[in-house]
């Protein structure tokens, strides 16, 4: 009796054995999740890094209107990159396609709201510019990539009502969608149209110069991915830098320098019409 | 949850991000509600503080008016917001440089103001009731006099001298809180149809216009739902103030309108399209023809054609009604018009209000009713009339022929 009750009551240790390091090294590998999953987090709150100091940079952008071939690569990727609504009515950067008929004094514009180019594009976050001049007598165009002009002093800034939204020490200007309120007043107050409403984070929206990449030593996504070098970025503090040079070789303009707001988007090769 | 986008269609070239409006209908109630607000409290003050007897019959009316009005101030803000319940976050951490940082303080303040103003107003009358009501009624009324029954000549004196004190911080309060809501569309330079200095006085104006004519409506209605004559030297001299103001604001919009052509700046080609087009309805026939210009003709013709008795009356409430109506276009044109003109100045929005949901037009007409709505009960509890508890009789000072038009 005593030998037959034994494989069961061995069997039931081994049951129990397994049971417990099952237990145990389920445990292990929960608390080693845990622990990454605690790693990641801290990784994710430290922004913009930690080693990164926000005193020691200038940043600008800039923009060589007279390379830009309007592919739009850069607007797609600013979409995946941001994870941006991806219909045609809300952009961090959008490129501008500018034509003069012949014998037309103002010139034509579109952009990716147009329904036309919606049409042409077939798909949400696919931009494209439809072909509708192809049977008009030409005389002048060109394309114009627009992104936030990160300001120095932006009026988007000056009109938030609780300060969610700041100039950082290194020049960018952001929102913190955990204390932005959703008033849109800065939609409002930003002439450059850069600025939309999130109906997701029910919170404002813009572009951010990627400030995720850039404190990491990457180039903002709409830069990374642009085929002819028309958008330039860099450390205004850096002489050597691609923006420092492209301001320093180039006579370059902003938007609508009358609003005093002093942009740090720096463009060549715009028009009189551009706005 | 799926968001429902209005995409609103445009000509032109409008920036991409331009086609969802960021301010809708509520932004244009907001301010109309402010501005019936500071004009009812003007009123109020007429008497309260430049002791004008011909106002004093809708002293404590008008008072009750502003606060059941001021009170649901917030109320289309908030419902805009994507984050109402942060909306504190602009008490906690008030970004000074915003001309929106102030506005909790400045309603919150408001609101006191206008609370404490009431509990002396109506403070002896109160005291009545408590003596007079049982149960429920006894402890409201205990509760709304702070349980002090002191109605002695010193304390009476105590009292007016405090209403007097209320009052006159009230009047730059009040026009205060309206001229400010003008200057956070003023101030903005990033639009062509708001970025003006005379938009602070232009709203303030046709502020107290909007109050003065909701107080000949209310004054007309209200006498008429009480079966009680309606107070003509009251109507006459609420038709003068508003003749005047109407005159001076239409004015000043005139001025305004009159510069944006006149310096003729960038994007006038479109201002001029905007103006003669799409605004043309809005603008010039309902706000400045039939809500302005023909209201001054007919607040002439009754206060210089010695017109009086129910021709008056009528005259009056329709010349005001059609004031409440320019004043509330004036909002609109200016919130949803400011909008409709694009940042590039080369193209033109449209906007229609949804008929459902959280900024749709039955919200803002909740909105707008809502304040009646609270006045009504507030007039129950807190009747603000002289001939409240007595028969309705004729008043010493009207030397009118009185028109009984409730017989």
Not at chain 1, 180 to 196: D, K, M
Not at chain 2, 294 to 299: A, D, E, M, R, T
Request: hydrophobic content about 45%; overall charge positive; aromatic content about 14%.
């Amino acid at each position: 009796m005593k030998r037959k009750k034994a494989p069961p009551k061995t069997e039931r240790r081994a049951f129990l054995n397994m049971i417990g390091k099952t237990v145990v090294s389920a445990g292990a590998m929960l608390g080693a999740g845990s622990l990454l999953d605690k790693k990641e987090a801290a990784s994710a709150q430290s922004f913009p890094t930690a080693d990164y100091d926000w005193t020691k940079h200038r940043w600008a952008f800039g923009v060589d209107a007279t390379r830009c071939i309007g592919c739009l690569r850069c607007a797609e990727a600013c979409k995946a990159e941001n994870g941006t609504n991806p219909d045609a009515h809300h952009f961090r950067t959008w490129v501008e396609r500018y034509v003069y008929l012949e014998g037309e004094e103002r010139a034509l514009v579109d952009s990716q709201a147009d329904p036309q180019n919606i049409a042409a594009a077939g798909a949400e976050g696919v931009y494209r510019f439809d072909n509708r001049y192809k049977d008009e007598k030409v005389d002048k165009a060109f394309f114009v990539p627009k992104i936030c002009n990160h300001c120095t002093h932006p009026a988007c800034v000056q009109v938030c009502p609780t300060g969610a939204t700041y100039k950082t020490k290194d020049g960018v200007v952001l929102i913190d969608e955990k204390y932005c309120i959703g008033c849109e007043y800065c939609v409002q107050a930003c002439p450059y149209g850069a600025r939309f409403f999130n109906t997701e984070t029910q919170t404002s929206e813009k572009c951010t110069w990627c400030y995720h990449r850039i404190t990491k030593g990457l180039q903002p996504a709409c830069v990374e991915v642009c085929p002819v070098g028309a958008r330039i970025f860099g450390d205004r503090n850096d002489p050597a830098s691609p923006i420092s040079e492209f301001i320093r070789n180039n006579r370059v303009s902003v938007l609508k320098p009358e609003t005093g707001n002093a942009p740090n988007c720096f463009y060549i090769g715009i028009d009189k019409e551009v706005q | 949850m799926e968001h429902v986008l209005n995409i609103s269609p445009y000509i032109g070239y409008v920036f991409p991000n331009e086609t969802v409006f960021p301010w809708s209908v509520m932004i244009a109630v907001y301010p109309y509600m402010t501005g019936l607000v500071a004009g009812a409290f003007s009123v109020s003050s007429f008497y309260h503080v430049f002791g004008m007897q011909t106002y004093k019959p809708l002293a404590r009316f008008a008072l009750l008016t502003a606060l059941s009005f001021m009170i649901f101030v917030p109320l289309p803000l908030l419902l805009h917001l994507g984050h109402p319940e942060r909306a504190f976050n602009a008490m906690i951490t008030p970004h000074w440089t915003s001309a929106f940082a102030a506005f909790g303080y400045f309603a919150a303040f408001y609101v006191c103001l206008l609370v404490l103003e009431c509990f002396f107003v109506f403070r002896e009358d109160n005291v009545a009731r408590a003596k007079n009501a049982t149960g429920l009624g006894k402890l409201f009324y205990g509760a709304v006099t702070l349980w002090s029954d002191d109605v002695s000549q010193k304390a009476r004196i105590y009292d007016h001298k405090w209403l007097f004190v209320l009052a006159v911080i009230g009047v730059p309060a009040a026009h205060g809180l309206h001229g400010y809501v003008g200057f956070v569309f003023g101030s903005l330079k990033s639009r062509e149809w708001w970025g003006s200095d005379l938009m602070p006085v232009i709203f303030l104006f046709s502020a107290v216009v909007s109050g003065f004519a909701l107080l000949i409506v209310l004054h007309v209605v209200t006498s008429l739902w009480r079966k009680v004559p309606v107070n003509i030297p009251c109507v006459r001299g609420l038709a003068g103030s508003l003749w005047g103001f109407l005159m001076f604001g239409v004015l000043l919009e005139g001025v305004e309108y009159a510069n944006v052509i006149y310096k003729a700046r960038e994007g006038i080609e479109l201002i001029l399209v905007f103006v003669s087009g799409p605004l043309f309805v809005p603008y010039f026939v309902l706000q400045f023809g039939i809500g302005a210009f023909l209201p001054i003709g007919i607040l002439a013709f009754l206060i210089f054609g010695k017109v009086g008795g129910r021709t008056l009356v009528v005259g009056a409430v329709v010349s005001a009604l059609l004031v409440l109506m320019s004043v509330f276009m004036m909002r609109w044109n200016v919130v949803i018009g400011g909008q409709m003109i694009s940042k590039t100045l080369k193209g033109l929005l449209s906007y229609t209000p949804p008929l459902l949901g959280r900024e749709s037009l039955l919200a803002a007409i909740f909105v707008m009713l809502a304040p009646f709505g609270l006045l009504w009960v507030l007039t129950r509890l807190f009747p603000p009339w002289d001939d409240a508890d007595k028969q309705a009789m004729p008043r010493a000072a009207d030397n009118e022929k009185m028109p009984l038009l409730a017989e």
